[in-house]
């Protein structure tokens, strides 16, 4: 069986490829996705455009581990040499967009999920869901999923993270900030430039560090990624608008960012455009973790943002691919990766589902 699953999980994986999926536009991606349930008589359910399904004895007693990845890309960029849409296989890889992020990650988890799906007696409740919106954090995405599909324990999420144990990630803070002075005409002294008052604002947050250091993630991150200011040649502007984009580790709460960045920053002003994409983790003593660390695998601190900023339960970050060729051009995955993540998959589970291991990689 799980040779038939992992051929089946390429052949969707090729046709997903081919299939144009951007943020908010799944309908078709969507549709593939059901297609492989009804293949393999799987009930389930699509909203939107998330598909969802539930093992076949689901036990409302039993906790429930959520597997989630999602189907939706970026658009491709500029820098592309193949066809981004189109599927192609050399020396052992599979290109196109979406083939690593979260291709890959995807069809393996529903392969897996498709391997438990009848199984009896399981200590887990298994749910999987195939999400949209990921990556615009859009509204119909992941999160909206929480309230419509059964209270989750424990998550795996998919993305590539070359099967190693990602067991915490960074949240995110954007900030728009704005740094104001006295306009004025550009012939005229003008001691309060905004222009220039931005220096010393950009030097404070180039050199800003707060307190507390991860273990699992490091320094909070902050950085000016955006500056915008004046319209014209011989006017002084009024105001200088930044954006700041913060990674926050597992030391502090995104609200607890907000709190000290407006009580210390020397801006005009600096407001965050949401708090809700917190940082992640699971305990390293956590079965999963423990389960993973039994069969080989490495823990570490992501420094990339997805879907497990939204789940409030304990989640791990595991998948097949390579984060470092996400969003990147000619994007691929190795065919051997997506073999290999199906089998650590099944092993991984088989081990806290508590099913006798059978299956060789």
């Known amino acids: 069986m799980t040779q038939k699953l992992t051929t089946d999980a390429i052949a969707l994986l090729k046709n997903l490829i081919e299939t144009s999926s951007f943020s908010s536009e799944e309908v078709q991606t969507a549709l593939l996705i059901e297609q492989w349930f009804q293949n393999y008589t799987i009930d389930y359910t699509r909203t939107i455009n998330n598909v969802w399904a539930t093992n076949k004895h689901f036990d409302v007693s039993k906790p429930t581990l959520l597997l989630n990845s999602h189907h939706d890309t970026v658009k491709p960029n500029t820098a592309y040499t193949k066809d981004p849409f189109k599927a192609i ?47 615009s954090s859009g509204p119909n995405g992941l999160n909206s999923m929480l309230k419509v599909i059964p209270k989750i324990d424990v998550a795996i999420v998919g993305e590539p993270t070359l099967m190693q144990l990602a067991i915490a990630e960074k949240g995110l803070v954007v900030f728009d900030a704005k740094v104001k002075g006295t306009p004025s005409h550009a012939a005229h002294p003008n001691e309060d430039n905004a222009i220039y008052n931005s220096i010393k604002v950009l030097q404070w947050f180039k050199d800003y560090k707060f307190e507390k250091v991860s273990a699992a993630l490091g320094e909070v991150k902050v ?139």
Do not use: W
């Not at 050399?90 to 990650?105: F, H, I, Q, V």
């Not at 709190?259 to 983790?281: A, D, H, T």
């Open 223 to 361: 950085t000016v990624s955006q500056i915008n200011a004046g319209k014209q040649h011989n006017a002084i502007p009024a105001e200088v608008d930044l954006v700041v984009d913060v990674r926050v580790n597992d030391c502090y709460t995104n609200a607890e960012i907000v709190e000290i960045l407006q009580k210390e920053s020397p801006c005009s002003s600096i407001i965050p455009r949401s708090i809700r994409l917190n940082s992640s983790s699971i305990p390293k003593d956590h079965e999963l973790v423990k389960a993973g660390i039994a069969l080989g695998r490495e823990t570490y601190g992501s420094p990339t943002l997805s879907d497990q900023a939204v789940l409030s339960c304990p989640s791990l970050k595991l998948g097949p691919g390579d984060s470092t060729r996400s969003h990147s051009a000619d994007e691929f995955i190795y065919i051997n990766e997506i073999e290999e993540g199906i089998g650590l998959y099944i092993q991984l589970l088989k081990k806290i589902l508590k099913i006798e291991l059978s299956i060789k990689i």
């Open 89 to 135: 296989v050399e020396d052992g890889k599979l290109y196109g967009l979406g083939s690593n992020d979260a291709g890959g990650c995807l069809v393996s988890l529903i392969a897996t999920f498709t391997y438990f799906y009848e199984h009896q007696d399981l200590l887990y409740n298994l749910v999987m869901v195939a999400s949209a919106e990921e990556e």
